[in-house]
């Protein structure tokens, strides 16, 4: 099977639109897009037309500095810096700018810190959004052996927290794990986040496994493909994600449930 992101997304952006509709307030996003880079316009584009989607205000910024004066605005309830930054500016300083309640991008240290102790309101959109398809799929991932490749702080070790909290055993692979097909091939749950085109591929994975395809990378005919070999793992897979229109719209989708509980936040209905 091939899972349907786009269904899973809608039924999400349908109750959000209404939730919004019902508080006082318009939620309203705030994107820093520091850098003229293709794939970043594109991302904050999708942002946009999310937003505008759901009934959420959106503004956009191109100047860093922008963000200590987003902060004090009380009719801006998410701010999130667009990544990567340029490469003289401290990634990590800028984020830590961000309070935790208009941290929709669940980036600062306060809220990672909430999401290992299992108190939080925010969590980082990607693994949010894989949670959601995982929860629509298989219903419960509890006793499940599941395996993620990458180990970024913006999907693979968060992912790996949020799986743990949900009961299910996890093994977190990285550049340095040795016998990488070995271990992925026991999983029931294979979560690839590398980066890198046609890296999964069928002797990586064993027979009726769901398969989460995080990665968006161009090929050699430059079109737009995952981590997977997606014709041969699909005959395999019991589900897999596609790419495009997998876990990309997912991560959108989380970010404005995100902004809505962070205006939620605000006005005190959370």
Do not use: W
């Amino acid at each position: 099977m091939v899972i349907d992101c786009k269904a899973i997304s809608q039924a999400k952006r349908d109750a959000i639109k209404r939730k919004a509709a019902e508080l006082d307030i318009t939620p309203t996003l705030a994107v820093i897009l520091a850098v003229d880079d293709p794939a970043s316009r594109v991302y904050v584009r999708n942002k946009r037309r999310a937003c505008e989607e759901v009934g959420f205000g959106f503004e956009m910024y191109s100047d860093i500095n922008a963000v200590g004066e987003l902060v004090t605005q009380q009719d801006v309830h998410g701010v999130l810096v667009q990544l990567p930054l340029p490469s003289d500016i401290d990634t990590n300083k800028v984020i830590a700018q961000i309070p935790p309640e208009k941290d929709v991008d669940a980036l600062t240290a306060t809220n990672l810190g909430r999401l290992v102790l299992g108190a939080y309101d925010f969590a980082p959109c990607t693994p949010s959004g894989i949670m959601t398809i995982l929860d629509n799929v298989c219903g419960s991932v509890s006793g499940a052996n599941c395996v993620v490749i990458g180990r970024s702080n913006i999907v693979g070790k968060p992912m790996s927290i949020m799986l743990t909290q949900k009961n299910a055993t996890v093994t977190l692979c990285h550049s340095h794990t040795e016998d990488l097909a070995g271990i992925t091939s026991r999983a029931d749950i294979l979560i690839s986040a590398v980066g890198k085109a046609g890296f999964v591929t069928a002797n990586m994975v064993k027979q009726d496994t769901i398969v989460i395809d995080v990665g968006i990378n161009r090929n050699r005919e430059g079109k737009l493909v995952g981590d997977v070999c997606f014709d041969d793992v699909v005959r395999k897979a019991d589900a897999i994600t596609p790419v495009p229109g997998g876990v990309g719209i997912m991560t959108v989708t989380s970010l404005l449930e995100n902004t809505l509980k962070a205006a939620e936040l605000a006005v005190g209905k959370r």
